[in-house]
């Protein structure tokens, strides 16, 4: 029997089942796509080439770690290190000595500009030529001295070079003549340069400190037993790697990749799944409410309470595994899309596969399963415990308002979004960020606990205004306060979609605008001085303030330090100033608000902080503050100055002197340049333009280079709004269809009475319109609540609300409604009214 009725339910009510179909579908396509990036976060991996012939790779951690003891357990903070972390290189001869070891060779790398005969290479110490395995030799020539070099076959072949001849190379320890001593095979890893090894200790600009040791094995040791004494004789120093692992070491960009993959599957996943379980839960018990007629009818005629929970049980599991499964597809192509694009933006090596594998697809098919099965027993449980005589009778009416547990339970979800909301106020601004999606979704739960009671007092509210639009409109208001459960079940999806795209859209918006602020207020120089290569050599701007006209000229090398607050680590870009600090105003106002940047040159240990960052520290000028640098080495600089405009520029400035050695490549970003007074400054433009690789633009093409974290992070808020955004207005629209198709015997009702077809369109319209309004207003209220805090955290001030942003997401909401009550509507009204007194509900 039970079987029968979910067969016929699903049979005889299309209109219930297209729209829990669709329903589920959605959401099996999100909780697919979002895990499938989980995965490939999780699994990616990158086979290693040129420590292929290498078994165990050694080098340095490349996170900044904390330990805190918390009860009787040990807790560890990680972060990982905005430049690539690099260890002493006294280690090779500690592992030289390891009786299973038959080599050690010691592995940097930096990269080396293009010249006027050669491309872009990386220079290497000659100890590094033999990792590659037996091929990876001299063919030709012999070991550079010390001002020469080898270069590989391919290399010096497609520029005519053969030993003998000279180049000018620049590096960031330097620029040089360097004598061709001889020639090595052809590389992988793509042009290549070798200097003698004590000369690349001096031009990788961090002299005694190595990126990688590649370990080889005498004959016969197991890889095991190799790896196992090498950790042994490293302790804690360095990190030991074996087998696919080995690729993380050759392809640094692999680990901040895992890192962006796992945090938009698990973080923005988590989110987006718990958005569609609770829209799928909301579509399931929407039709399941609009039942209550029928389970009433099967109480009366003797079903148990057990046969009504059976019978929903079965309906579950017919529709929800064939939704979630038809979902899948989609949510592969979505998955795609994403990471085709994360890939296209640099954010993943293009090598890197997704990973396709069926735990995504089988988590969205139980998720929905599950959710489909809980909506619909919590939609049918009060119909199915009912005394069979009274069935009847309280199906023909509304359900009393929400019980005191889900009252409760709605006002406690309210009290904590609202205190999220005043500690995101004293965050800073990454964990403030963090925070947005978090008080969204505890104020979407209040929402979808105290829907009806919202959905009352909005039709009590808008009742008057609805009634002054005549007959169609007193009846929209009629109907608004009669049926408050079923306009909450069309309102909270208009909220969902107004308080997710609106807090992650207008937080964007806020970002950009305070960044561009800061910049066309901070940046007074009159030229910037770009790269047109991997970046500009330390004596750019030494070489710059030496061309006619030019009165200052500050170089600024961009590189990021770690910090501790509240118990976390965090990061923030950070700049180290090269030249005399004390003419920093004439090219860049930051608006210093405590202490002096002329002081920042008086000492090495010095810093000067922004006050977004001095706010998350608790430091004020006088105090050291405890920081890690961009390569994680541990420092105490004494803060000299607090700045205001500290977003698009830098959150912390220090000498030059201090992070060049810490970062990846010490070359410089940009070098500001500020004209003498009566200057030329198309003559002064065309000279700075002649110096060799550079390119000289103004404010824009700072911008461009300030932040690509912060770049990327936009592209990645407007891609979450659009999916998020998009699943909530399909859901919504769907939501709202299958409100109009339950309201034939309405309609009927009406048409029977007199009403015109018109009254009726005019009436369903200023349903939508208070559907859209309401759903409107408690959504911008939720953005506002969340943004106004988590704004301050992140910029310092209020959200920025750009009117085109907003009018197309309330325009679009207004149609949405409107669109997804009148084709329905006007369908309805095809049909004779005796015609539809009589149909199937």
Not at 490 to 506: N, Q, R, S
Not at 594 to 603: E, I, K, P, S, V
Request: include cysteine.
């Amino acid at each position: 029997m039970t079987n029968g009725l979910a067969r016929a339910s699903v049979r005889f009510r299309p209109g219930s089942f297209v729209g829990t179909l669709v329903a589920l579908l959605l959401g099996a396509a999100v909780v697919v796509a979002c895990g499938t990036l989980l995965q490939t976060g999780l699994t990616a991996s990158l086979k290693p080439e040129r420590y292929a012939a290498a078994p165990v790779v050694v080098t340095a951690d490349q996170a900044v770690k904390i330990e805190r003891k918390t009860g009787g357990e040990t807790e560890t903070q990680e972060q990982a290190t905005p430049e690539r972390a690099r260890m002493d290189a006294a280690l090779v001869g500690r592992l030289t000595a390891l009786p299973a070891v038959a080599a050690a060779r010691p592995d940097t790398a930096f990269p080396l500009p293009a010249g006027e005969r050669t491309p872009a290479m990386t220079g290497r110490g000659f100890a590094a030529l033999g990792i590659a395995g037996p091929g990876d030799k001299l063919v030709e020539g012999r070991a550079p001295g010390a001002n020469e070099i080898v270069l590989d076959t391919d290399t010096a072949r497609a520029a005519h070079l053969a030993p003998g001849a000279s180049l000018a190379l620049t590096a960031p320890g330097g620029t040089a003549h360097y004598r061709i001593s001889g020639l090595a095979a052809a590389q992988q890893s793509g042009p290549t340069a070798w200097f003698a090894d004590t000369t690349a200790d001096r031009l990788s600009g961090h002299p005694g400190r190595i990126d990688a040791i590649a370990v080889q094995p005498r004959e016969g040791v197991p890889t095991t037993e190799l790896a196992a004494q090498v950790r042994r004789a490293l302790g804690g120093d360095a990190r030991t790697f074996t087998g696919d692992d080995r690729g993380t070491v050759e392809h640094p960009a692999l680990s901040s990749a895992r890192s962006m993959l796992t945090a938009l599957g698990g973080t923005f996943g988590g989110y987006a799944t718990m958005t569609a379980v609770f829209v799928v839960m909301s579509t399931i018990a929407l039709a399941t409410g609009q039942r209550a007629r029928e389970f009433a009818l099967l109480r009366a005629i003797g079903a148990t309470p057990r046969q009504i929970r059976r019978t929903i049980a079965t309906e579950a599991m017919l529709v929800a595994p064939l939704a979630a499964a038809l979902g899948i597809l989609p949510g592969l192509a979505l998955a795609r899309w994403w990471f085709g694009q994360l890939v296209d933006r640099g954010a993943v090596p293009a090598d890197v596969r997704l990973d396709i594998g069926p735990l995504p697809m089988l988590a969205a098919v139980l998720l929905c399963t599950l959710a489909a099965l809980t909506a619909g027993f919590l939609a049918a449980r009060r119909p199915s415990r009912m005394r069979a005589a009274q069935a009847l009778g309280d199906a023909a009416v509304e359900a009393p308002r929400p019980g005191k547990v889900r009252t409760v339970l709605g006002v406690l979800f309210a009290a904590g979004g609202c205190t999220a909301a005043v500690v995101a106020n004293a965050l800073d601004g990454e964990k403030a960020a963090q925070t947005a999606l978090g008080v969204v979704m505890c104020f979407m739960v209040t929402v979808a606990l105290l829907g009806p009671r919202l959905a009352a007092a909005a039709a009590a509210l808008l009742g008057a205004p609805l009634r002054a639009g005549g007959a169609p409109g007193s009846l929209a208001a009629d109907n608004a306060r009669a049926n408050a459960r079923r306009l909450a079940s069309a309102i909270t999806p208009i909220v969902l979609v107004t308080a997710f795209c609106g807090t992650l859209l207008i937080l964007q918006s806020t970002v950009r605008h305070t960044t561009g602020e800061n910049v066309k207020a901070g940046v007074t120089a009159d030229h910037v001085i770009a790269t047109t290569g991997p970046g500009l050599p330390a004596t750019t701007a030494e070489t710059a303030a030496r061309v006619p006209g030019v009165d200052t000229a500050i170089g600024l090398l961009r590189t990021g330090v770690v910090y501790e607050s509240g118990d976390m680590l965090s990061s923030a870009p950070a700049l180290g100033v090269g030249g005399d600090p004390a003419r920093l105003p004439k090219v860049l106002d930051l608006d210093v608000r405590t202490g002096a940047l002329a002081d920042l040159g008086r000492a090495p240990d010095t810093i000067a902080l922004s006050t977004t960052l001095s706010g998350a520290l608790g430091a004020k000028v006088g105090d050291r503050v405890p920081l890690w640098l961009g390569d994680g080495t541990a420092v105490r600089p004494a803060v000299v100055a607090v700045y205001e405009r500290g977003l698009g520029v830098g959150q912390a400035l220090l000498p030059r002197a201090a992070v060049a050695s810490h970062v990846t490549a010490a070359y410089d970003s940009q070098v500001l340049v500020a004209a003498a007074p009566g200057t030329d400054r198309a003559a002064l433009a065309a000279g700075l333009g002649a110096l060799p690789g550079t390119a000289v633009t103004d404010r824009a093409g700072f911008v461009a280079q300030a932040d690509k974290d912060l770049e990327l992070s936009g592209w990645a808020n407007t891609v979450m709004a659009a999916v998020l955004g998009g699943f909530a207005a399909v859901s919504a629209a769907n939501t709202l269809v299958m409100t109009v198709i339950d309201r034939r015997r309405e309609v009927a009702l009406l048409r029977l009475a007199g009403t015109t077809r018109r009254q009726v369109r005019h009436m369903m319209r200023w349903e939508a319109l208070l559907v859209a309004v309401t759903g409107l207003a408690v959504g911008a209220s939720i953005a506002g609540l969340t943004l106004v805090p988590v704004a301050r955290g992140v910029t310092g001030s209020a959200p920025h609300v750009p009117p085109m942003l907003v009018l197309p997401l309330a325009v679009g909401t207004v149609l949405l409604c409107l669109g997804s009550t009148g084709l329905p509507v006007r369908a309805l009204l095809r049909t004779r009214p005796a015609t539809l007194g009589t149909a199937r509900q």
